[in-house]
Nanobody, 126 residues
Framework: QVQLVESGGDSVQPGGSLTLSCATS????????MGWFRQVPGKEREGVAC????????HYAASVQGRFTISRDTGESTVSLHMNDLKPEDTATYFC???????????????????WGQGTQVTVSP
């Protein structure tokens, strides 16, 4: 049974940093493209970052490029999102997602992902 459990969400001031973690189980992490998405009420889910299974390549939304870093630890079966220089517009619920189709990841099509965590809240405010 595939499970994804996010943690690390918090309230921080602008310019602060957070690291989100996604604990995975029920599958081999190295075989699944993984993504981080975020959503605010009333808006569509937005792809933030992803890491491919095929070659470990990473992709980022333009809005977070240079500030966020996605990584995975296959030994610990975790995927992390390191977030620096946080801005109020980063406020959202962040979700971890897994795609059971081996290959490259996408941040464009949330529908490509088969498994989702329950989300963790990040709030950035003065």
């Amino acid at each position: 049974q595939v499970q994804l459990v996010e943690s690390g969400g918090d309230s921080v001031q602008p310019g602060g940093s957070l690291t989100l973690s996604c604990a995975t189980s029920g599958f081999t992490l190295a075989h699944y493209p993984m993504g981080w998405f975020r959503q605010v009420p009333g808006k569509e889910r937005e792809g933030v970052a992803c890491i491919s299974a095929s070659d470990g390549s990473t992709h980022y939304a333009a809005s977070v490029q240079g500030r966020f870093t996605i990584s995975r630890d296959t030994g610990e079966s975790t995927v992390s999102l390191h977030m620096n220089d946080l801005k109020p517009e980063d406020t959202a619920t962040y979700f971890c997602a897994a795609d059971r189709q081996w290959g490259f990841c996408t941040i464009v099509f949330a529908s490509e992902y088969d498994y989702w965590g329950q989300g963790t809240q990040v709030t950035v405010s003065p």
